[in-house]
């Protein structure tokens, strides 16, 4: 299974780079276990390699670094995603537009 994201910033109007995101696996007993963690790039674009099973993820946008980054004030200091893999050998992508006051999410392609 492969997940990516691209997070766009709709204040800007362009990609978003430098925004800390990680992925996430709900493990058997109930608790969120890091998979793996990294940094958008110049296109606003970051893609985890993560072979797992089905089941819930999360991704974990550091927003609130970003924006502060760009002396912007926002209401979210993170962003976080929830979504269900109900096939373990396809591509998830799950862009995001963001602004300091909200967000817009979707399974993209």
């Given amino acids: 299974m492969t997940v990516s994201t691209h997070v766009l910033d709709a204040t800007a109007g362009r990609p978003a780079a430098g925004v800390a995101v990680s992925l996430w696996c709900l493990d058997r007993a109930g608790g969120w276990t890091l998979v793996a963690s990294g940094e958008t790039g110049t296109d606003g674009r970051h893609r985890f390699e993560a072979p797992t099973a089905r089941g819930e993820r999360r991704l974990t946008f550091g927003t609130g670094v970003y924006f502060a980054g760009l002396g912007v004030e926002t209401f979210y200091p993170e962003v976080t995603i929830t979504f269900s893999v109900a096939d373990s050998a396809a591509h998830?992508?799950?862009?995001?537009?963001?602004?300091?006051?909200?967000?817009?999410?979707?399974?993209?392609?």
Avoid: A, I, W
């Avoid at 998830?92 to 392609?109: A, K, Q």
């Fill in 92 to 109: 998830y992508h799950v862009p995001l537009l963001l602004s300091p006051f909200g967000y817009t999410t979707y399974r993209g392609s």
